[in-house]
């Protein structure tokens, strides 16, 4: 009897120790550690950036002023962890990445995360707002979270560097009446109000285009814009559809933001390239002009209805409606009967951390 009661104990810690694992958030370590040894721990934050390409009006490829009232991601689990990185690249790709793969335990993708491999996760949705200015801002970015050390069995987070991150973004989903995630500074009226505007999407953009090169578009002409991309895929779900990046290395300033020292703290970033989208007519990038769609495909279905007051024309349109009036209107317009497929490209792309780029 002894040994069966011992047996039982054991199995009940081990399911208690699973249990704790999966929370608000999850971190999880190697299975091999020693259960007696004693590591030391920190925090790790995770912050969403829009930058200057959606926080500042800028100029698209295509001559129009693109100026943004909101830019909203749903986030999905993004997930920290301590990757193999080729130092000697500034555009190093995590090696771990590429092994073999386990499910420890449920609340965010694995993705891109090598069986026993140290990593810490915001577990569930998050939208957020990359236009707006955060409450109270550190370097006009949004702290979607943290996780941070609480006891011995949850929320672990080790020392180590934490230097890629993953994270999706998926549909949001509205379940009796309510949001299903959390609106980083955002309060609870205008959390719900931006969900249920974008409910069955991940990504919603809205603001005014104004001509600013006569010479590609007509001068000074106002056009607002709607638009909602990357819904629920036919037979699929909310959680697998959207898009998904990974081993997203840091580039940029400070050097090792993800470093967790004894009772400190380290940081990842989300960081989101508008321009991948619109092109960039101030600083021309050919390689990253070549594949944006720019804003002329979106001027090429706007109507002179149901718009606001200072715009010419305007469109609200989701990502169905658009394929749908490019495809009708490549019979006249020839370069249309690529803008579907760009635009699908460049939301690929449209996910970094910093400077460094992404596997998607």
């Not at 100026?67 to 990185?85: K, S, W």
């Not at 955002?186 to 505007?197: F, G, I, T, Y």
Request: glycine letters at 12%; one cysteine or more; a negative charge.
């Amino acid at each position: 009897m002894p040994r069966k009661e011992t047996t039982w104990i054991g199995v009940l810690g081990i399911l208690i120790a699973l249990v704790l694992c999966v929370g608000l958030t999850a971190s999880c370590s190697s299975s091999d550690d020693d259960p007696a040894e004693v590591r030391s721990t920190g925090t790790v934050e995770f912050y969403a950036n829009g930058e200057d390409f959606i926080r500042a009006p800028f100029v698209s490829k295509d001559g129009w002023e693109m100026a943004f009232d909101h830019f909203f991601v749903n986030l999905f689990g993004p997930t920290a962890v301590q990757g193999e990185v080729d130092s000697g690249s500034q555009t190093a790709s995590v090696q771990s990445a590429f092994g073999d793969v386990r499910i420890q335990h449920a609340g965010h993708p694995h993705t891109g995360i090598t069986a026993g491999t140290e990593h810490a996760a915001l577990v569930g949705d998050y939208l957020v707002d990359l236009h707006q200015t955060p409450l109270e801002p550190e370097d006009d970015r949004t702290l979607v979270g943290f996780v941070s050390h609480l006891d011995g069995l949850s929320n672990r987070v080790f020392t180590g560097n934490y230097n890629s991150v993953n994270f999706n973004i998926k549909p949001v989903e509205i379940s009796g009446g309510s949001y299903t995630g959390t609106c980083p500074a955002m309060d609870a009226d205008a959390c719900l109000d931006s969900a249920q505007a974008m409910h069955g999407y991940s990504l919603r953009m809205t603001g005014t285009a104004t001509c600013v090169d006569a010479s590609l578009c007509t001068p000074d002409e106002v056009v607002g814009f709607d638009i909602r991309l990357l819904p629920v895929l036919e037979g699929e779900t909310a959680l697998t559809s959207g898009l998904s990046w990974s081993s997203c290395t840091w580039v940029g300033e400070p050097l090792n933001p993800g470093l967790v020292v004894p009772n400190g703290t380290g940081w990842v970033e989300m960081t989101f390239h508008s321009d991948h989208i619109f092109g960039n007519g101030e600083e021309p990038d050919p390689d990253l002009d070549e594949f944006a769609p720019g804003f002329a495909p979106f001027r090429s279905v706007a109507a002179a209805t149901g718009c606001q007051a200072g715009e010419d024309l305007c469109v609200t349109a989701n990502q169905a409606q658009l394929r749908a009036a490019w495809e009708a209107g490549a019979a006249l317009e020839p370069e249309l009967q690529y803008a579907y497929g760009m635009l699908i490209y460049a939301l690929g792309t449209l996910g970094h951390c910093g400077e460094g780029h992404c596997l998607h």
